[in-house]
């Protein structure tokens, strides 16, 4: 090898592997120092733009899941509000039930009446009750509503029966003959916007169509009951709900439907008795349980367009859960009138009839409260899959992301010894140059 002094390649090449092992030391240090094998793009392209998109999404995933935490607790307080008004109305068809009863006199009932008054007042103050500024029961919160009429539908009675049909010659679902006597007496009532009214006739040969032709005496009014109710034919379609389906008969056999005559809340009847009583005046029950059994089918409600809560639940546009609250004030739930009155009870057959509209507005108030515990359930399950998805994903990052710490600090003693090798042979290099000088002396 010539000896030259111009170009020390020996100490250049050494200078490259010097400066090599100090990138890799470099590299090495900095994937120790953060614990990831990934710290910018130019350690892995694909890798680094891959991890980063799994990134967005676990971000994006406990933000849902933090949304579908958020939507539970405004869940939880609506259904506290519906919770206390369905105890009200337990304790309010407590009452009812002893203002029915004879031994109370009108100032008993009187009483009574103020209790029942403080009572619904307060089913309005949980009506508005908030969150986060938010009406949730009030109705302001409703899913599309296609304005619907009320229908309360008998299935007690036989299905071959008809409006038409003589009362005495009714029948149970089994057909099973009534027993209703000519000479028995029928009592009717219904309660509309907080009235009651009430007519009774004797049977004779009349039907149930007949009784709809009568007067009934309520708030000091005397009007058809036709002007309130209708019938509809005996068949297994009963009406259209609020989304605008056809509702049926449980279990689509023909029965009896009676509809309000008007649509909307404040069209609607809170209630339909009948009470059939013998020529001493004695109530029949037997034939009562069957005849009296016009449960609430459909729901009257107002038309409103679609202000149903939106729990966003997902990552992805429209991955949400919608929520739908309906109007559990007073009014909606049958129990006051648009102006204010509410149901009354100075009588006992204005308390009888009561208990009917108790009995259907129980029912609204836990229609809505299942409503609201299934979404709650549902959230439960929905968060927790959120939480194992963001696992999973977070877990693919880390596999492409994180560094092998205890490969890494292998790595980088590695390099750190190189590099004071280089170093110390860099060094050797330089000196080597030096022997030209002994040729000089």
């Known amino acids: 090898m010539a000896m030259v002094v111009k170009n020390n390649m020996s100490a250049i090449s050494t200078l490259n592997t ?20 990934i710290n910018s793009a130019a350690d892995d392209a694909s890798g680094y733009a891959i991890s980063e998109r799994m990134r967005v999404q676990i971000r994006g995933l406990d933000q849902s899941n933090q949304n579908t935490q958020n939507g539970t607790s405004m869940m939880k307080v609506a259904e506290g509000a519906v919770s206390s008004t ?12 002893n203002a029915a009863n004879d031994t109370n006199t009108d100032a008993d009932r009187a ?3 103020k209790e029942l008054d403080q009572s619904i007042d307060q089913i309005n103050d949980n009506a508005n009750v908030t969150y ?9 919160k409703s899913a599309k509503v296609t304005q619907t009429t009320t229908a309360m539908t008998n299935e007690s009675l036989n299905s071959t029966t008809a409006w038409t049909t003589a009362l005495t010659n009714l029948t149970d679902r089994n057909g099973n003959k009534l027993n209703i006597n000519s000479t028995y007496s029928i009592s009717v009532s219904f309660v509309h916007e907080g009235t009651t009214y009430t007519t009774t006739t004797q049977i004779g040969t009349k039907s149930l ?14 009007k058809a009951i036709s002007t309130y109710l209708k019938t509809k034919g005996s068949d297994n379609v009963i009406g259209k709900d609020i989304a605008g389906d056809t509702v049926y008969t449980a279990d689509r056999g023909n029965a009896l439907t009676l509809t309000a005559a008007k649509s909307g809340v404040s069209g609607q009847i809170s209630g339909v008795t009948f009470s059939v009583m013998n020529t001493q005046g004695a109530e029949q029950k037997s034939i009562n349980a069957v ?24 990552t992805k546009a429209n991955q949400s859960i919608k929520v739908g609250l309906t109007d559990m004030r007073a009014e909606a739930l ?10 009354q009870i100075g009588t006992q057959k204005q308390a009888n009839a009561a208990i009917n509209v108790l009995d259907n507005a129980v029912q609204k108030a836990l229609d809505q409260q299942t409503t609201i515990g299934a979404v709650q359930s549902r959230l439960s399950y929905t968060s927790s899959n959120l939480t194992t998805a963001s696992e999973n994903v977070q877990s693919s990052e880390s596999t492409i992301r994180d560094a092998d710490m205890a490969k890494e600090m292998t790595e980088y003693t590695k390099n750190n010894v190189l590099l004071q090798a280089a170093q110390s042979m860099l060094a050797q290099a330089n000196q080597s140059s030096s022997s030209v000088l002994s040729l000089l002396q």
């Open 132 to 140: 986060n500024g938010k009406y949730l029961v009030d109705g302001s």
């Open 86 to 97: 369905v105890d009200i109305l337990k304790t309010l068809k407590e009452k009812v039930i």
């Open 334 to 343: 049958g129990l006051q009138s648009s102006s204010g009155t509410t149901i």
């Open 209 to 222: 169509s007949d009784l709809l032709t009568k007067s009934a005496v309520g708030g000091g009014e005397t």
């Open 18 to 37: 010097l400066n090599k092992n100090s990138s890799a030391l470099s590299k090495s240090l900095q994937k120790v120092s953060s614990g990831m094998k």
């Open 291 to 314: 005849l009296d059994n016009f449960s609430e089918s459909i729901r009257a409600q107002n038309t409103s367009k679609d202000n149903a809560i939106s729990l966003q639940v997902g």
């Open 111 to 113: 009483t009574i009446q």
